[in-house]
């Protein structure tokens, strides 16, 4: 089993869940994507989350989602 690439730390952003290693919350991608942007463009605008972290992240949610619904 893969690491999560999901964090949570009282200390960090007060708690919210944030990509590993960074201080970036794991729901702004989701705000990109439903306003129209790409992934890339949230990549290029919070350059501490590389490519394959916000690939993962989007996996890993979905594979939860999957999970929970079935």
Same mark, same amino acid.
């Given at each position: 089993?893969?690491q999560?690439?999901i964090? !949570?730390?009282s200390?960090i952003?007060?708690g #919210?869940? !944030?990509?590993?290693?960074t201080? !970036?919350p794991?729901?702004?991608p989701?705000?990109?994507?439903?306003?129209?942007?790409? !992934?890339?463009?949230f990549?290029?605008q919070h350059?501490t989350v590389?490519?394959?972290?916000?690939?993962?992240?989007?996996?890993?949610?979905k594979?939860?989602?999957?999970? #929970? #619904?079935?």
């Amino acid at each position: 089993m893969r690491q999560s690439q999901i964090t !949570v730390s009282s200390e960090i952003q007060g708690g #919210a869940p !944030v990509f590993r290693e960074t201080r !970036v919350p794991i729901q702004i991608p989701f705000h990109y994507l439903a306003t129209g942007q790409s !992934v890339d463009h949230f990549i290029a605008q919070h350059p501490t989350v590389s490519r394959r972290q916000a690939v993962a992240i989007l996996e890993e949610l979905k594979e939860r989602l999957v999970e #929970a #619904a079935g």
